[in-house]
């Protein structure tokens, strides 16, 4: 083979074009003898009229003249061909002993030769046929490939199942963007026209007040006037002589005597009652504005919790207390309940547990055993174990889930998922989160929660989370569309925080 290797080489110089370097195309032969490819010739003789040279010799060409190599250029192709080949027996031949690779070395996992089988090197070795070993190797490999194949189709189902997630998310939110425009315009619609009412009933009740005034001012004006002419005749009498002055003197006191001015034209009570009643009116929708600036808030954030929802009522008035106990069939494998059953923590081990339909498989949840389809309802859940405060990968949840809640695989905490819950997940740390739809909402909190009360209104679709020691309402969800569907009690635990109810 390294003969062949070296005859190669030697056909190669003389395949070779003087001036490419590189195996003769289209090879022309000049006078002098020497060949060169046709294009490269043209190339290096250019368009100029000067007499053109051999590249190789500098031997004059007359009249450029040349004559096709055809025999060189079959030798070239032949020469091509066999190199080609040479070169794939020189992949499949042993690099030391220059022998087929035919055998393969298990303990070294390498094509071996027969003489390498043979050497001290590989005394002892397993070695078995080289298509044997490839055709096992094969099959593994097709073995893990349904593996691989496997788990892109499960990475395929997350991704199809995110992508309907966040396409179902983008519908709610076009849906409450919506509801935002048609409550807004309905809103102002309804402002305009109250306002438009009411400043046509003030501009009523300002005309007549305008009329009345009116009425009164000519009033004065003619009372004024006759109290002028009584005015000047009594003074004009007083300057009379006496016998003047004396002859009508009773008719004289009596006009002095019965002349009184007019009543006026009172303001009709009713008029101060309405002017009243407007103002009362004005006052109260003052407050409702200055309620709905709270609710939508000065910089334009959403409130989860606003003046405008329900009043949360202090923990346990009005509800059945529920005593929890969890329910072991749900409990996910890492997951090591109490013999009582009140109380759930992290295992860093995966216990075998038997296979059911009601399992988390793999998120570390487990439900109370508890279900509720009506009524008012509210169960405490503490904390125990490492300091809340220390615990910088802390991650835990406490609500309720329908019961429909995905068992299989993992899924997001929030209502979209059918889970309504608080707790901590690992970033940010130490971040107290309402787990809402489509981002979780951090909590400001005056105190790390250590017992948190959770109230359930089925009706209403509410669930409240409070401090129980301290009756602080931590955060509440509205309008849950529980109707026609079974709540559960849920804990989800990952650290080594004790949940125990």
């Not at 793999?362 to 009524?375: D, H, N, R, T, Y």
Request: overall charge negative; charged content about 30%.
């Amino acid at each position: 083979m390294a003969a062949g290797s070296c005859f190669v080489e030697e056909f190669g110089e003389e395949t070779t074009c003087p001036i490419c370097m590189d195996y003769f195309t289209d090879p022309v032969i000049l006078d002098c003898g020497h060949n060169f490819c046709r294009a490269c010739l043209a190339r290096f003789w250019g368009d100029s009229g000067k007499a053109a040279s051999c590249p190789h010799c500098r031997a004059p060409a007359r009249q450029r003249h040349f004559q096709p190599n055809r025999q060189l250029a079959n030798i070239v192709e032949i020469t091509k061909k066999y190199s080609l080949q040479v070169a794939r027996w020189a992949e499949t031949l042993c690099e030391t002993h220059q022998e087929p690779l035919k055998l393969f070395c298990r303990e070294d996992e390498a094509p071996i030769c027969v003489v390498c089988d043979r050497s001290k090197e590989h005394h002892g070795h397993k070695v078995v046929p080289m298509e044997e070993a490839a055709q096992e190797y094969k099959e593994e490999i097709q073995a893990r490939l349904q593996f691989v194949k496997k788990e892109r189709e499960m990475i395929v189902d997350q991704k199809l199942l995110e992508e309907k997630r966040s396409q179902m998310c983008l519908a709610q939110l076009k849906v409450e963007q919506q509801n935002v425009s048609c409550a807004f315009e309905k809103m102002q619609a309804f402002l305009k026209e109250k306002k438009l009412l009411w400043l046509s009933q003030l501009g009523e009740l300002e005309k007549e007040i305008e009329k009345r005034q009116e009425q009164n001012i000519t009033r004065f004006s003619e009372e004024i006037s006759s109290f002028n002419n009584l005015i000047t005749e009594m003074e004009m009498t007083c300057q009379q002589p006496a016998t003047e002055f004396l002859k009508d003197i009773r008719s004289t006191l009596t006009r002095c005597q019965k002349r009184r001015a007019k009543q006026l034209i009172p303001l009709s009570p009713e008029l101060e009652e309405r002017l009243r009643s407007f103002s009362s009116l004005i006052s109260v929708h003052k407050k409702a504005l200055e309620k709905c600036e709270d609710v939508v808030g000065s910089s334009g954030e959403w409130t989860p919790i606003c003046d405008s929802a329900p009043v949360p009522e202090p923990p346990g008035r009005g509800l059945t207390k529920v005593v929890v106990t969890l329910d072991p069939n749900t409990a996910g494998p890492h997951l090591v309940l109490s013999d009582d059953l009140k109380s759930v923590t992290w295992g860093k081990s995966k216990q075998d547990m038997p296979v059911n339909s009601k399992r988390f498989d793999s998120m570390p949840c487990v439900l109370g055993q508890e279900k509720f389809s009506s009524g008012r309802h509210w169960w405490e859940v503490e904390m125990e174990g490492k300091d809340l405060k220390t615990v910088t990968q802390e991650r835990w949840a406490v609500g309720v889930v329908t019961e429909s809640v995905q068992r299989k695989g993992w899924f997001n905490l929030n209502p979209s998922e059918g889970v309504w819950a608080v707790g901590k997940a690992s970033s940010p740390p130490c971040q107290a989160l309402a787990f809402t739809c489509p981002e979780a909402t951090p909590l400001t909190l005056s105190q790390e929660p250590r017992k948190i009360q959770v109230s359930l209104d089925y009706e209403e679709g509410r669930v409240e989370f409070f401090e129980a020691d301290t009756e602080e309402l931590i955060f509440a969800f509205r309008s849950a569309p529980f109707s026609g569907k079974i709540v559960h009690p849920f804990f989800l635990v990952w650290t080594e925080v004790r949940l125990k109810c």
